[in-house]
């Protein structure tokens, strides 16, 4: 409506706009528990077949690979506490063979760790 003064007012209401930001937020908080939740069963995953793989002397390097989670949750670092040692193993030296543990972990689950971030976004987005 035109006002006195030449300015113009304008006001629209979209009726359902509280549902439709409600949705966005609710896929934001689902979408980002399914995110972690995924990370979370992937970094398990990778340290149970790093575990499986790494070459067994005193059992220690096997019993030294842990998962650590990033504080939003979204990234985990799987490592063995015995660094000083593992590496060695993993890649190999001039006078011994490669042993890879970690490598062929995280190449193992990667597809299903893909797959599980699609499905978590797509299930979020379906809500």
């Not at 934001?28 to 528990?33: G, L, N, S």
């Not at 001039?94 to 893909?114: D, T, V």
């Amino acid at each position: 409506m035109a006002r006195p003064g030449g300015s113009i007012k304008l006001k629209v209401n979209i009726v359902g706009m509280d549902e439709v930001i409600g949705k966005l937020n609710k896929f934001d908080v689902e979408a980002r528990k399914a995110v972690r939740t995924q990370v979370r069963k992937s970094a398990n995953a990778i340290r149970k077949g790093a575990q499986q793989r790494v070459p067994v002397d005193s059992g220690r390097l096997k019993k030294s690979i842990r998962a650590r989670y990033s504080s939003d949750g979204f990234s985990a670092e799987i490592a063995p506490g015995l660094k000083w040692r593992a590496h060695f193993i993993e890649f190999g030296t001039l006078k011994m063979a490669a042993h890879p543990y970690m490598m062929p972990a995280w190449e193992q689950e990667r597809p299903n760790y893909i797959a599980g971030v699609k499905q978590a976004i797509r299930g979020a987005v379906k809500k």
